[in-house]
């Protein structure tokens, strides 16, 4: 990279300019045929062909809003800085957004995994106020370095390679997280609608006594180094915990909480804040605990772990709870609502058929995500090799 070219972008694009949005009072700006880019559109792929809303040629004539020009780089510049696309026509965008248009002596695909690469750069210009801006000023000033153009080209292929691979595998992932939720309606349909007519049960009752429906830890406190782990809602996904990221609170606290402590199989639900994630406890967290914003659910024998959690986890029920939450500040439901959910209770056999798909699917989708890691980490080796970690 010692041979490469460095420029300010300011003095090497040809046009660098931010978005606007049309005058809401006049409705004829909106749903027409021009696409018009929020950041919710941005980052999500390289090349940015649709909007999820549009404009009319009349708010391009109102002198409000540009249009930038195809092969431009969009790139979000409030909030959450340095999402990053390349526009597939002439296109505008929102105030949130800097299009950035090169001239011959740059590839644009080039250009858009140098963003990625250095989008901790971007972040670091942007000013500190509550929403971060990185205004056009100080994006004029950062340093774009880049080689020969056959170079740019040679790097943005291989690098296009590794990212249709890293997609790829990122989209088979997203496709067989609804498979279970189909093969669950199909079998049982879905629970709150009940169609299927199987006996309902307050939720409380096919839970295990001795281990009532209860939260957690209100103050865990500081993370402890050797204490008792916890878990919080942004340790589920996916139904599993992320055991290796636990923090952990001292021996005290966790012994004041010993109504809350966990078992291998105990099924837990977030009650507060992302409302509606569910996981199992793996063996390796025996005897660990949960937050206040996690309810524990330990089942008898009356119903299969597996189908409880598919169960609470269908679209139906899902909405059921999101109609349940309530409060301001942080939004939640009640564990009194969760013990009073109705649960369809199914022939155990029929239950046990359904765990058995889930337990070969988790086998399934533990290769997927051991092959959704690899895709993505030849994608970063190969980024910071291109770009040296410069950014």
């Known amino acids: 990279m010692s041979d490469w070219d460095a420029q300010p972008l300011g003095e090497l694009a040809t046009n660098i300019g931010t978005g606007s949005t049309p005058s809401t009072a006049h409705q004829e700006f909106f749903g027409g045929i021009v696409q018009w880019f929020t950041p919710g559109d941005i980052g999500n792929a390289k090349k940015l062909v649709a909007s999820s809303r549009t404009i009319t040629p009349e708010a391009l004539a109102n002198g409000k809003v540009r249009l930038f020009e195809k092969a431009s780089l969009l790139v979000t510049c409030i909030g959450e800085i340095g999402r990053v696309g390349i526009l597939q026509q002439p296109s505008s965008s929102n105030q949130q957004i800097t299009a950035i248009k090169f001239g011959d002596d740059?590839?644009?695909n080039f250009a858009y995994y140098w963003f990625v690469a250095n989008r901790n750069q971007l972040e670091r210009r942007a000013n500190l106020a509550l929403v971060p801006i990185l205004n056009n000023e100080r994006l004029k000033e950062i340093v774009f370095s880049y080689p020969p153009l056959p170079e740019q080209r040679r790097i943005a292929a291989r690098l296009d390679k590794a990212d249709r691979l890293r997609r790829t595998r990122r989209y088979a992932a997203q496709l067989s997280d609804t498979f279970l939720q189909a093969v669950f309606v199909r079998m049982f349909g879905e629970p709150v609608?009940?169609?299927?007519?199987f006996p309902l049960e307050k939720l409380e009752d096919l839970i295990d006594p001795d281990r009532q429906i209860t939260y957690g830890i209100v103050l865990p406190g500081d993370n402890v180094e050797g204490g008792v782990p916890y878990v919080r809602v942004v340790d589920m996904k996916e139904g599993q915990i992320n055991s290796a990221g636990l923090r952990r609170t001292t021996r005290a606290i966790a012994d004041s909480y010993k109504r809350s402590s966990l078992k291998p199989g105990d099924l837990l639900l977030s009650i507060r804040g992302q409302v509606g994630r569910l996981a199992i406890v793996p063996k390796n967290l025996d005897g660990a605990n949960i937050t206040q914003d996690t309810a524990r659910l330990a089942t008898t024998e009356k119903i299969n772990v597996l189908y409880l959690m598919g169960c609470l986890d269908s679209a139906e029920m899902?909405?059921?709870?999101?109609n349940l939450i309530k409060g301001a500040a942080i939004q939640g439901i009640n564990l009194g609502d969760v013990k009073e959910f109705m649960i369809p209770v199914p022939p155990l056999a029929l239950q046990e058929k359904f765990a058995r798909i889930v337990q070969q699917?988790?086998?399934?989708?533990?290769?997927?995500?051991?092959?959704?890691r690899q895709a993505e980490h030849l994608f970063q080796t190969l980024l910071h090799r291109a770009f040296g970690g410069e950014g």
């Open 193 to 197: 609608t009940n169609l299927l007519h």
């Open 361 to 372: 699917f988790e086998r399934l989708r533990a290769q997927q995500r051991e092959a959704e």
């Open 106 to 108: 740059i590839d644009e």
């Open 318 to 322: 899902q909405e059921y709870m999101r």
